[in-house]
């Protein structure tokens, strides 16, 4: 509940594998209240206004698409980019928070999800009642850390703060506050069961950098961290706390030192080291294990994958050389921090002032209405969705979007057949995965149950305490039983998609399966050109560098040979090229090895797309609507997808970082695919032009 942790929580997950069908940048965070999204609109991705026709399509077709609509559009004032996706977002954002606001879950029966979900968003907005408690809430936190007499208890008391909140693969959220995080899912090398993943944690800045990097704004921020400590221990009533704030600060610089780095943790080879809780006093001697275990109610499970073996070494020989002292003062510091959000207004203060304005640059904190909309949204998440989808996602699209799923399936299963590059050993392998993969649509099979979540009105902490608790246990129960490879990770009311590699798996929420990217009211073919694109995408990276790590039951094994991987990488290189050649700058262009697996996903989800289009119509053509054929439809509608305007300091900002390409260059991946060529009559010499050989076929 500290400022560090939901932020984590609220934004878009970032890796490679994973939130690549979110059209423009993430905007999750976005203020909701701009101009309803449907004034903002253009009027969708079949917007033939908002094309520019005196552009030809061979030159430039992200214009001929879009150009009328780029020349219009405005970012707005608050935002770095807007797009499709931003006006969808916003649209997403405003029904969740009329769900979670509306009046009526107050009079919802008690013990249903909407009571709970009004009960949670009101108390976290009285901020009367949470005033009137003080820390009175937090007390006996305090006085089982003020108890702690010896290692054993300092490790049993260690071992309650263990909660459910890191992801190595799937959110993919590596950090907490907490001296370690727990991870429940299957185990890399067996996924017929669950394994309980251990992560590092410990530290309330971002990342090990804040501690360690020797640059003068780094060195600035600590300084500014020591003072924030102090201030919140002393806003706590602590007493020494100027003193006690420098010793704390060193404790979190010496966990930070004993951190893997980033890079570090997110090799997947790296991580999946399995150590039997009888290993642990050996290997990771000075923390008193069988404590730890036993509080966390860990203590039956005979094997844990921990994620960053040496830090786990070099944190537990901490817990026996730093004074047990200075471990309580660091324990009471986090204590507070963890739960800055539901305390008074003066660690709320303090906790935006250092978290939002040092650390992030974020002028202003967020309305209270806000912050407990996120909070609700946090803690009951699926119930939320279970809503939203009742509101806004009738079977009927649904079933819709399964059927698309199932189309695409089968073109890239005839896809694998063609393939030249791949050994037949190989092909079989991909094929047994595509047909072993569970494609999730709109919402989870069965709905999260909230029954065991007890919320109470007027309890903003207690319910927060609760929330954290409640998904501890939720993933402690999955040990031990079957893997249910229709849990979900993502909401339902989440504008994005996601690969689920060990899982095996994908997750296509319901809020990315709406107008203007699926559209019950226009031809199918734009459909497909918009998402049907998307789910392409998704599905290739099962089959991509990434997904030939996990075979088709989602256990880490690369199941390619050699030369298959030395074919798909000369096949890289030649789409590498193509993206370098991109200048959105005079000084600055596309980088084609940093965007390369995205940039192949997107060749081989269009490509599928485009050939489920056509089974979807059984050898017929699709009606020509608004003087464009089927073909143009689906290529138009693909490009309109990529609609976005973005200011010059974001984009050469994500130049260097985002592992997509900028979103015009996206939709140029049409030049890859003959089908475009005959669809506009592109000619050689125009700008988009490329040879027959110098297409990239992937897939
Ligand atoms: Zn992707």
């Known amino acids: 509940m500290t400022f560090p942790r939901t932020a984590l929580l609220l934004t878009f997950a970032i890796s490679a594998c994973s939130s690549s069908s979110t059209k423009g940048p993430p905007s999750s965070s976005a203020p909701a209240d701009l101009a309803p999204a449907a004034a903002a609109a253009p009027s969708g991705i079949d917007d033939v206004a908002g094309m520019d026709k005196s552009v030809a399509p061979g030159d430039d077709f992200f214009s001929y698409a879009n150009g009328a609509w780029m020349k219009t ?27 979670i606001t509306s009046p009526a879950n107050a009079s919802a029966p008690a013990g249903s999800d909407a009571r709970k979900i009004g009960d949670y968003y009101a108390s976290f907005l009285d901020e009367a009642t949470i005033e009137k408690k003080g820390l009175a809430p937090l007390e006996p936190t305090l006085q089982r850390i003020a ?10 008391y260690l071992g309650t703060t263990l909660r459910a909140d890191v992801d190595v693969l799937n959110n993919t959220n590596y950090d907490t506050d907490n001296f370690f995080g727990l991870w429940v899912a299957q185990d890399l090398s067996d996924p017929t069961r669950y394994s309980p993943f251990l992560l590092q944690g410990g530290l309330n800045m971002p990342d090990r950098d804040y501690y360690l990097d020797p640059s003068a704004r780094m060195a600035d921020i600590r300084t500014k961290y020591q003072a924030h400590i102090a201030a919140m221990l002393g806003d706590a009533g602590v007493a020494d706390a100027a003193a006690k704030a420098p010793r704390i600060f060193d404790l979190e610089k010496r966990i930070a030192q004993a951190h893997a780095t980033r890079v570090e943790t997110e090799d997947v080879q790296k991580g999946n080291n399995h150590w039997k809780r009888s290993e642990f006093q050996k290997r990771a001697p000075g923390l008193d294990w069988a404590a730890f275990f036993a509080a966390a109610g860990l203590d039956k499970e005979e094997t844990f994958v921990v ?43 303090e906790s935006f002032a250092f978290y939002g304005k040092t650390i992030n640059g974020t002028p202003k904190l967020r309305d209270r209405w806000k912050r407990a909309v996120a909070a609700t949204d946090h803690a009951l998440g699926e119930a939320v969705g279970k ?4 509101k806004y996602f009738p079977p009927s699209e649904k079933a819709r979007a399964e059927a698309m799923v199932k189309n695409i399936l089968a073109a890239f299963s005839k896809r694998i057949d ?135 039951t989602g256990r880490l094994q690369n199941w390619w040979t050699k030369e298959d991987f030395a074919h798909f990488k000369a096949a890289a290189e030649k789409l590498e090229k193509q993206f370098d050649a991109y200048k959105p700058f005079p ?18 989800g269009l490509s599928a797309a485009y050939d489920a289009y056509r089974i979807s119509l059984g050898g017929k053509e699709a009606p020509e609507a608004q003087g464009l054929t089927g073909d143009q439809q689906f290529f138009v509608s693909f490009a309109q997808s990529w609609r ?56």
């Open 73 to 99: 559009a405005e970012i707005p004032p608050d935002r770095s980019s807007y797009g499709i996706g931003a006006i969808l977002d916003e649209l997403t954002t405003k029904r969740t928070q009329e769900l």
């Open 147 to 156: 108890a702690i007499k010896d290692a054993a208890g300092l490790a049993t």
């Open 307 to 349: 994620w960053q073996p040496k830090a786990f070494t070099a944190m537990a020989a901490l817990v026996r050389s730093v004074p047990l002292a200075t471990w309580k003062d660091y324990l009471t510091f986090h204590a507070i921090s963890h739960v800055a959000g539901v305390l008074p207004k003066k660690f709320v203060d």
């Open 387 to 390: 809503l939203y989808v009742e």
């Open 418 to 552: 063609k393939l030249e590059w791949m050994a037949p050993a190989t092909k079989e392998k991909a094929k047994a995965k595509l047909a072993a993969l569970k494609v999730g649509v709109g919402y989870p099979d069965k709905w999260r149950d909230y029954s065991a979540l007890e919320v109470v009105r007027g309890d903003a902490f207690g319910n927060a305490e609760r929330a954290q608790l409640f998904e501890y246990k939720r993933n402690l129960a999955k040990l031990g039983k079957p893997v249910d490879r229709g849990e979900w990770v993502m909401n339902p009311h989440l504008v994005n998609a996601v690969n689920l590699p060990a899982m095996n798996a994908l997750n296509f929420p319901a809020a990315i399966l709406q107008p203007p990217f699926f559209d019950p009211k226009r031809a199918e073919v734009m459909d497909y050109g918009a998402t049907g694109s998307v789910i392409g995408h998704e599905i290739s990276h099962s089959f991509d560098v990434q997904g030939a790590l996990f075979d088709a």
């Open 587 to 604: 000084d600055a262009h596309v980088n084609g090895k940093l965007t390369s697996g995205e940039n192949i996903a997107d060749v081989a």
């Open 644 to 699: 976005t305007k973005i200011r010059e300091a974001a984009a050469r900002a994500r130049l260097l970082t985002d592992v997509h390409a900028p979103a015009e260059y996206r939709a140029d991946t049409v030049r890859n695919l003959d089908p475009w060529y005959t669809a506009f009559a592109v000619k050689p010499g125009q700008k988009l032009y490329l040879a027959a050989d110098e297409r990239v076929r992937m897939w």
